[in-house]
Nanobody, 122 residues
Framework: QVQLVESGGGLVQAGGSLRLSCAASGRTSSINLMGWYRQTPGKQRELVATISSVGSTDFANSVKGRFTISRDNAKNTVYLQMNSLKPEDTAVYYC????????????????WGKGTPVTVSS
């Protein structure tokens, strides 16, 4: 089993920045992809960004150029740097991880954090 603990969410004004962190513990050797998904009420959980164990990244079109994802394999931690935030980025952000190579499919991820809320005010 793998446990994921997120931190870094909060309230920010439009145009501002936030950095999310997610630390994995447990059977971390089984993980290939780590990343972030987000969800708003009444909508399905959607991809934000993922990064593989060798550094390959995938981003949702809506965040390309604004968000970056990085990973420290020694610390089993993934980071999401969110810049130029928009009100439409408001959501609960979930850290996810798994042995999968399928980035854009939430059900392919094996492990999930509890989520951290991000609110962007206009």
């Amino acid at each position: 089993q793998v446990q994921l603990v997120e931190s870094g969410g909060g309230l920010v004004q439009a145009g501002g920045s936030l950095r999310l962190s997610c630390a994995a513990s447990g059977r971390t050797s089984s993980i290939n992809l780590m990343g972030w998904y987000r969800q708003t009420p009444g909508k399905q959980r959607e991809l934000v960004a993922t990064i593989s164990s060798v550094g390959s990244t995938d981003f949702a079109n809506s965040v390309k150029g604004r968000f970056t994802i990085s990973r420290d394999n020694a610390k089993n931690t993934v980071y999401l740097q969110m810049n130029s935030l928009k009100p439409e980025d408001t959501a609960v952000y979930y850290c996810a991880a798994g042995p999968t190579v399928l980035s854009g499919i939430p059900r392919a991820m094996s492990y999930w954090g509890k989520g951290t809320p991000v609110t962007v005010s206009s």
